[in-house]
């Protein structure tokens, strides 16, 4: 198992990619299920779960094919509509090829995805949505079985805001008979992503980008092309290393107006940060200033920005807190920040933390991956090597993170175990 060795205490300067986002690539990858024609993406990350939802749809008879920076998926010869646990335990969002398999073909069989390290993730709400369109779904020995002859239009208020479950819902509502309405829909730019491309390949969806999403069924659906949307997460994890580290650096292929909340957070740490259309770049001369947070859905905080948050709030110069309102269990960071000399402490979904002037290397590991993000920034700003273990987790969502940190000035290498 590969692991990263940092060697901290490098100012940060240079300039980075960023890579497509993943929770956009995945919902996408699986519109190649909803039609016949070619879906030509482009930006699409070079990711461990990206691999993972391509072998699934492969192994469903999507043909793959790469042409210079494109993907082309064609679903013309789709005839397995089974998920295997297998696949789903290593990526909850296989849990997507659900609504897009009944609504094209009648039928699905999808591995229940099960508790992972962040929380219990039930995905009650996709099951739920999909009954209401008409599907009869059943669940047996861990599997989801749902069938329909044909889904119908429907009301559908979720009873909490799910983003998957939206994007799920979404893609089944475009080939249902009439109408349908998603209320309590989630706004995250990901599922706006998706629906710009779903409208691309001939869909009617109204209301994007607000929580109610209206939905016009049509026939069929065709190919199109789709550039997917740079990463916020990766994004905001740079501009927190930086944050960490200090220094002077742009990112590009990356945009400000989908991370505004995690960004105005960054400014109030301390940093300049000036953008573009498709850059940002950030200076950060001083120690950082902690500040307190609370995790919502779009546009509010991320949640998958709070681990990485949290490693910039230990080396302030003050106390902040951190709440965690989405997930039940995403402290896991909390107890291998303080192996680094951090002073955090939890009490329920709140994380205490005393700024401390440095950190200090030390092994570490993560069981999930915003948590070794955090592990990553920690470690670039600590005095020493840290060895951050177990990063698989890392590799299911940052592209070739360590390359580009080491383009910019850190001391990290991966060594294989
Ligand atoms: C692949 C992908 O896009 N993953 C993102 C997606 O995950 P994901 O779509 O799985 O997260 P949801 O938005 O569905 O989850 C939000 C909350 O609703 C709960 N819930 C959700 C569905 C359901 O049927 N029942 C239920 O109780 C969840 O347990 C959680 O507490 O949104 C999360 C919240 O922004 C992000 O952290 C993940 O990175
Ligand atoms: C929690 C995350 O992803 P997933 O929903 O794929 O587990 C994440 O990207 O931080």
């Known amino acids: 198992m590969d692991k990263l060795i940092i060697n901290g205490g490098y100012r940060l300067e240079g300039e980075i990619a960023i890579s497509g986002a993943k929770n956009a690539a995945l919902p996408i990858l699986c519109t190649s299920l909803l039609t016949s024609d070619d879906i030509e993406l482009t930006n699409v990350p070079e990711l461990k779960d990206v691999q993972t939802m391509l072998n699934l749809l492969e192994q469903m008879g999507v043909r793959i094919r ?13 005839n397995n509509f089974y998920a295997p646990y297998e696949m789903v335990k290593t990526m909850r969002a296989a849990i997507l090829v659900l609504c897009p398999l009944v609504a094209r073909f009648g039928e699905a069989k999808v591995s229940l995805p099960g508790g992972c390290a962040i929380g219990s993730r039930p995905v009650e709400q996709h099951i739920k949505g999909l009954r209401a369109l008409g599907a009869e779904v059943q669940i047996e020995g861990g599997y989801i079985l749902a069938r329909a002859k044909k889904l119908k239009g429907t009301r559908i ?43 691309k390949m001939g869909a009617k969806i109204e209301g994007i980008g607000t929580d109610r999403l209206v939905i016009h069924g049509v026939d069929r659906l065709h190919g199109a092309k789709h550039e997917v949307i740079p990463d916020r997460i990766e994004t905001g994890t740079f501009l927190c ?72 709030n230990c080396l302030a110069e003050d106390a902040s807190h951190v709440i965690e309102t989405i997930f ?3 402290f896991m960071h909390v107890q291998e920040l303080n192996r680094l000399g951090a002073r955090i402490k939890t009490e329920g979904n709140t994380a205490f933390i005393t700024g401390v002037g440095k950190l200090v290397g030390a092994p570490v590991m993560a069981t999930d991956l915003r948590a070794s993000a955090s592990l990553v920034i920690a470690g670039l700003a600590a005095q020493g090597e840290t060895h951050v273990n177990r990063i698989y987790h890392l590799d299911r969502g940052y592209d070739q993170m360590e390359v580009k940190l080491t383009a910019v000035g850190a001391n990290i290498k991966r060594v294989k175990e």
């Open 157 to 199: 208020v979720t009873d909490m805001i799910t983003v998957t479950g939206t994007e799920n819902l979404l893609m089944a509502a475009t080939l249902a008979e009439g109408e349908t309405i998603i209320k309590n829909a989630a706004r995250e730019p990901e599922v706006t992503d998706l629906a710009l491309l779903l409208i």
């Open 66 to 78: 790469k042409e210079d920076d494109k993907l082309i998926l064609n679903g013309s010869a789709v």
């Open 241 to 312: 290393a930086v944050a960490a580290t200090g220094g002077d650096v742009t990112l590009t292929k990356t945009r400000d107006n989908i991370l505004e909340s995690a960004l105005n957070k960054i400014r109030e740490m301390g940093a300049e940060i000036a953008s573009g259309t498709d850059w940002i770049h950030i200076k950060m001369n001083q120690r950082p200033k902690g500040v307190n947070f609370r995790t919502t859905e779009y546009p509010g905080f991320p949640t998958d920005m709070q681990a990485q948050f949290m490693a910039v």
């Open 328 to 330: 039940e269990n995403r």
